[in-house]
């Protein structure tokens, strides 16, 4: 599974991004185009407040066919009512005339400020003659749906003969079900609509959904799928396969440019009760701020390791079972702390990835969580973050 | 429901608290004692990896009599297997040889860093010769307790002719269920046991159960009460509003004390559709971290609020019916942002409370919860507290 050197749109994909005077300076726009009705699948927010954009979305993707996907940053289209309804259907209109394609093939994405509208007619002016500035560089969109992320995100692999490239953004107010994330894979694999979707919810339940920075769910996240055939079928099993290792890539690519983050955190359970009590133990391990500020600290704080899976007071917990390794040292078993090089540790510590693994000795549960460290960054980007 | 303006240990009881070595400076060991024998009730954390004294305190609480309690700070005793086990009847064993009451009826605590071993030489050596140093002040003993709590806290109030004081530490990994917290009350009205183990888990309910600082539940908390009778009986109902507030009160000089925090955080949710619903919502919204930190950054951001509630995506919500008031200002309904005055909005955020109230519009159902800001001290304490 090795990615490209540098990520590419797949043959008959292309992508504009462009500055349409939502944000100062910078990219707030971004259109990625399909030359031919591509089979899509999509999975969007479960938070019961979601944006203008996810409602429409949600119909619009139950045809298994897309042609664009158009995204704006700076504000997000989220509790504005009839009128941001209204603003998504024109984002989608404005992006069918400049295209000549129907507007029900068009998905849209707004992320940023909740509770303000969308400029809509700066948009609308920013997509009018998008279509003479397609490239092939996914990054060239990808900057124009970047909101505190430090850098556009791409990756592109090979499935046999076709290509899948996966772009996105994300960095706060990111928990499963999904991220403050928007993510965009186009492969010119050729994959029918109800493969596609579940390829993508496959994917998606152990890469994005097990990806938490801070415990926030945004109300836009989306996550689509666009495949145009051009060629030919590929291994299923083969596809699967890709998807899942670009989604679980492009998810610790968020994870470690999340607000403010200096590392990755990964928690690996193994021997829980079941796979849900170890989803759940590992959520709570990349999720405790106590554990992500141990990350921060470089510090191989066991206690805070064991309280973090005893919190889960659902789950099935014999404290006698457990064994804890931090970046795969052994520093507790039967009921005590292990004798170990703690300076060593520490300098494991310091690098760019925490793993903490937990065995809990009772059954053939196990997950893998992805996250970060917790920082006075995150606290500066999110206290300064106004909202007007 | 007045507060004393200088909280006293109750007739009956006294208290003291020592330096045993186990800090290189400042109180480090306290002891709370009964000349009489008391009615007792505790409730305890609900982790799955408790500490020894917490084991063996819920055997001791079981007969439902206590003469005194013993805590250190520190180590917490947690993760520590047999040896922690026989280092916490150690320490009630010490204070029953220097007090002259059954070990039985003595309650252990211990609070700080998880999977080191107590010192317990130290321990019992700090407990000779304690019993000449009791004091009526509860400050004295509470300073003892204190880990990254930066000052004592202790209240009182009059029940009648009875006396109920409370003392309390807890700044960090607080959550319900309990909060890192150890609540110790005690009172000279006539309660037996039974009934106040009811009174406490209806107190507790409502303010520790319903304060978070960080989500981390603690491996040691413990909320102890004693009624000696010296008093006498007094009104139940009396008692139970008397307790709930002095538990209500402690539970916001936790919150407001918390590690880092500059501002106590409240919400309010109405409205639910039942009330389990209505504490989800409420825990959600100051469990946060971008509420949090809007907290920190007093800016009324009535997206991170809508988003807190929608991220509850097993709770009824209609966006259509949310009303949302930040400080008593209305912000959001009938689907849009309110015209509303933010700069004044601001000024009211920038002081020592933050208030969110959420009405659903959907039933009765209705929970207030209790807990911080999210601010650059709490990262700073927490990436530097090492664990050895």
């Known amino acids: 599974m090795e990615l490209h ?3 590419i749109m797949p043959p008959g994909f292309s992508c504009a991004g462009t500055n349409c ?3 100062a300076d910078g990219k707030d726009l971004a259109v990625f185009y399909s030359e031919t009705p591509a089979s899509a699948a999509a999975v969007f927010t479960r938070n019961k407040f979601p944006g203008a954009p996810v409602i429409l979305g949600r119909n619009i993707i139950k045809k298994g066919v897309l042609r ?4 704006n940053s700076k504000i997000s289209n989220v509790g504005t009512g009839q009128t941001g309804l209204d603003n ?3 984002m989608a ?5 400049e295209f000549d394609i129907p507007a029900e093939q068009v998905l849209m994405s707004s992320t940023g400020v909740i509770a303000r509208q969308l400029e809509i007619e700066k948009i609308e002016a920013g997509l009018q003659g998008i279509s003479s500035q397609l490239s092939k560089d996914p990054l060239a969109a990808t900057e124009g749906i970047m909101t505190t992320d430090t850098y556009p995100k791409a990756l592109s692999l090979d499935i046999g003969d076709a290509v899948l490239t996966i772009v996105g953004k994300g ?3 990111i928990e499963p079900n999904m991220a403050t994330m928007l993510v965009y894979i186009f492969t010119d694999a050729e994959i029918a609509a109800p493969v596609l979707d579940h390829a993508l919810r496959q994917a998606v339940a152990v890469s994005f ?3 938490s920075v801070d415990t926030d769910t945004s109300t836009s996240d989306t996550c689509v799928i666009m495949a145009n055939g051009l060629a030919g079928p590929v291994d299923l099993k083969h596809f699967q ?6 989604c679980t890539e492009m998810a610790k690519l968020l994870a470690r440019d999340a607000e403010g983050a200096t590392k990755l955190l990964i928690s690996k359970v193994k021997g829980a009760s079941d796979e849900k009590q170890a989803i759940q133990m590992a959520k709570s391990l990349v999720n405790s701020p106590l554990v992500k500020t141990m990350a921060y600290g470089a510090d191989p704080n066991i206690g805070r390791v064991l309280m973090a899976i005893g919190k889960c007071v659902d789950c099935d917990v014999d404290p006698a079972r457990i064994t804890i390794r931090i970046n795969a040292t052994l520093v507790y078993q039967n009921l005590a702390r292990v004798d170990f090089d703690e300076d060593a540790v520490r300098v494991l510590l310091g690098g760019e990835q925490v793993v903490i693994e937990a065995e809990l000795g009772l059954g053939s549960g196990r997950a893998t969580a992805f996250g970060c460290d917790l920082t006075e960054g995150y606290i500066q980007e999110n206290a300064a973050y106004y909202s007007s």
Do not use: D, P, Q, S
Request: net charge positive; proline share 0%; charged share 15%.
């Open 241 to 246: 396969k890709a998807l899942t290792h670009a």
């Open 21 to 23: 005077g939502l944000k």
């Open 93 to 97: 209109a404005a992006v069918a005339a």
């Open 5 to 7: 050197k540098k990520a």
């Open 68 to 71: 664009a996907i158009v995204a």
């Open 209 to 211: 959904n097990m990806l």
């Open 88 to 90: 998504a259907a024109r």
């Open 171 to 173: 960095a706060g107010m």
